[in-house]
């Protein structure tokens, strides 16, 4: 299932993206088929030839680039590792980490809905758990001394 770049310029023109990537991530729904099928429009959104790189930067503002690789492959596993723990030198990601994109999210929303367009307010959202962490070269280096 692909989107026709015509709806995922409507989709990142007035914001409704911000309730695709909420479903993806299970803020407005538990149904996994319903967060697989978000996924999926996702992954139609960023290799879109017309509005991908649009999507991709939007998502590479609130996700870590290792979930964006799955929802790029596979929707199914995507999902899966949205909702676990992970702390290796590619990925640290966990439940107050998702609590924060969740807040981010929300408040992107609500500002859309009072404004009743999308100015997207987003700067890369920088995760507390991340704030002293170095990353070279796409690891956590903390995580890679650990590692070793």
Same mark, same amino acid.
């Given at each position: ?5 015509? /709806?995922?310029?409507?989709? $990142?023109?007035? @914001?409704?993206?911000? =309730? /695709?990537?909420?479903? =993806? !991530?299970? =803020? ?7 967060? +697989?099928?978000?996924?999926? *429009? ?13 999507? #991709?930067? #939007?998502?590479?503002? $609130?996700?870590?680039?290792? +979930? ?7 929707? *199914?596993? !995507? /999902?899966? *590792? ?9 990925? +640290? ?7 924060? #994109?969740?807040?981010?999210? !929300?408040?992107? *929303? ?5 404004? @009743?367009?999308? /100015? ?9 758990? $991340?704030?002293?962490? $170095?990353?070279?070269? !796409?690891? =956590?280096?903390?995580?890679? #001394?650990?590692?070793?």
């Amino acid at each position: 299932m692909c989107c026709s770049s015509l /709806v995922i310029a409507e989709l $990142l023109r007035c @914001g409704s993206i911000l =309730f /695709v990537i909420s479903a =993806f !991530a299970g =803020f407005s729904t538990r149904d996994t088929r319903t967060r +697989i099928a978000a996924a999926s *429009v996702l992954r139609c959104s960023i290799s879109d030839s017309q509005h991908g790189q649009r999507a #991709l930067s #939007l998502l590479s503002l $609130l996700l870590p680039q290792p +979930i964006i690789s799955y929802v790029a492959s596979d929707c *199914v596993r !995507a /999902v899966q *590792v949205f909702d676990e723990f992970h702390e290796s030198p590619e990925l +640290i990601w966990n439940e107050p980490m998702r609590t924060e #994109l969740k807040t981010l999210i !929300a408040n992107e *929303v609500s500002a859309t809905e009072r404004m @009743g367009e999308w /100015v997207p307010q987003m700067r890369p959202l920088v995760f507390e758990q $991340l704030r002293d962490e $170095l990353m070279v070269c !796409a690891l =956590f280096i903390n995580s890679v #001394l650990m590692f070793r």
